[in-house]
């Protein structure tokens, strides 16, 4: 009941909440007729506990995503629940870390393939977080230095009398940019021959599921050259497939980027478990898909996970998380109105953009304790210099100049030959708004259309 006291609402008032005021998408959650089997599947979460709330993100996160999972096993007796990997940070966060896993243990998933991210943690602490937590990781193709196999391959779950077998596979790359390599120390056998030895050690399933965490051509090719799965996952990509495909004699799902979908493929009552087929079609109601968009308009937030993430902001204050190391550092942090003094049209014509109302917008969001959030709603948050609190640093408590112009406030002196090469355009590009404009932060963001609200003046000037 922790979530609702931090909000200002009562035991009772909390209660009517739960009970009587379900959210859109937990109203569309109905009972199955009996016997049916409901696979849930969710991915790429990138470490999001509970969406930002900011306008440009309110979407994703692992509170959301309970919600509908609590809501499914409420009125469904037969739900079974994976996860395609990328459920971590892609820059581990080792407070925030201990949380989500918290969470997983608590929401008792039955399988979750490691992606890249969860490698980037660590075999080590891996190992550690799953056997403090209870967590279902799986992995079939990725070894350790002695040869084998870092997690169990598969796990085999029952539900409605049915059988149902679990692998998971990971592609042999690293993802990201600058790109991030985890396979150190680690070798990566082949997909495809992982898949093709799990198929046989399930043969007895009456389902057999495949976690894939590699781009959806390469899922699709999985579908095709592996007979015997009858669903496949995809666990990294960037397509939302609304229905699933056909290929070969697998279905294929994908809830794409960003965590900001979960589907639910549920599986009417028959004798085999895998769906009736019909040549390359499938036959319904055999098998019937939703995909949930996991909206503020739409979702609540599960208390229980918000209770967790209030935990996680309590013990993360004054830490600075991980530096994303893509925004150029100036030889000192400067308040606004220092570069204001010469450019005086452009610190005016800055003080009318959102960025100079940046933390403002955690604030209205109460969100101004989270770090993550203060890291790219100031500037310089958890370096040397940088902004530190409102109450000491309140000059830094914007996305100020300095954010796409690395320079201090005496750049135009000649005598300083440190700063003299550093020209102040020379490092507005896309790649630098990336680094908090993110698809996690901002999933719809576009250089393009988001430049001109902060170049100053016309955009064809900032062009010469």
């Known amino acids: ?71 499914y096993r409420r009125v469904r007796p037969d739900v079974i629940v994976v996860d395609g990997g990328d459920l971590f940070p892609e820059r581990p966060n080792a407070v ?14 039955d399988a979750v393939a490691l992606g890249d991210q969860e490698f980037g943690l660590g075999l080590e602490e891996l190992r550690s977080l799953a ?3 209870g967590l279902p990781f799986i992995c079939a ?47 990566v056998e082949p997909p495809l021959e992982a898949a093709r030895r799990e198929v046989k050690d399930l043969a007895g399933c009456d389902l057999v599921v495949a976690l894939s965490h590699q781009p959806l051509p390469d899922t699709q090719e999985l579908a095709r050259s592996v007979p015997g799965i009858h ?41 085999d478990g895998p769906p009736a087929r019909q040549g390359d079609a499938v036959a319904s109601p055999a098998a019937a898909m939703q995909m949930i968009g996991l909206s503020e308009r739409t979702v609540r937030d599960a208390p229980w996970v918000m209770d967790l993430y209030w935990q996680y902001v309590k013990k993360a204050k004054g830490e600075a998380p991980p530096d994303w190391a893509l925004t150029p550092q100036p030889a000192a942090y400067e308040p606004a109105d220092k570069c204001g003094a010469c450019h005086e049209k452009e610190h005016k014509q ?31 948050y958890g370096r040397r210099g940088g902004f530190f609190s409102m109450e000491e640093t309140p000059a830094l408590g914007a996305v100020t100049c300095q954010a796409c112009h690395p320079v201090t406030s005496i750049h135009g002196n000649k005598v300083d030959k440190i700063e003299e090469k550093f020209k102040p355009g ?30 100053h003046g016309p955009r064809e000037a900032q062009k010469k």
């Open 141 to 187: 193709n990725v070894r350790d230095e002695a040869g084998s196999l870092v997690f169990p391959p598969h796990v085999i779950r029952e539900a409605g009398g049915r059988r149902i077998g679990i692998f998971a596979v990971t592609a042999d790359q690293a993802y990201g940019f600058p790109p991030r390599e985890w396979r150190k120390g680690l070798k």
């Open 426 to 455: 020379i490092f507005i590009s896309g790649r630098l708004c990336i680094s908090c404009h993110g698809l996690i932060q901002s999933p719809d963001f576009d250089y393009y259309a988001y430049r001109p609200k902060i170049a």
């Open 1 to 71: 009941m922790a979530y609702w006291h931090r909000m200002g609402i009562g035991a009772a008032a909390a209660a009517a909440l739960v009970l009587g005021c379900e959210s859109q998408a937990e109203r569309q959650v109905q009972p199955a007729p009996a016997g049916c089997l409901t696979l849930l599947f969710a991915s790429d979460n990138q470490g999001v506990l509970s969406s930002c709330g900011c306008p440009s993100n309110p979407s994703g996160g692992f509170a959301k995503r309970q919600t509908l999972i609590d809501k």
């Open 131 to 133: 056997g403090e937590h």
């Open 96 to 109: 925030k870390v201990k949380y989500l896993a918290t969470a997983l243990g608590r929401a008792t998933y």
């Open 350 to 380: 800055w003080l009318s953009t959102r960025h100079a109302r940046a933390y403002a917008t955690i604030k209205r969001a109460g969100r101004h304790e989270d770090p993550e959030c203060i890291l790219c709603h100031t500037m310089g």
């Open 231 to 271: 669903v496949v996952v995809n666990g990294h990509g960037d397509a939302i497939l609304r229905k699933p495909l056909s290929v070969g004699a697998a279905l294929v799902v994908a809830c794409g980027p960003v965590g900001r979908e979960m589907g639910a493929l549920t599986f009417s009552p028959g004798p």
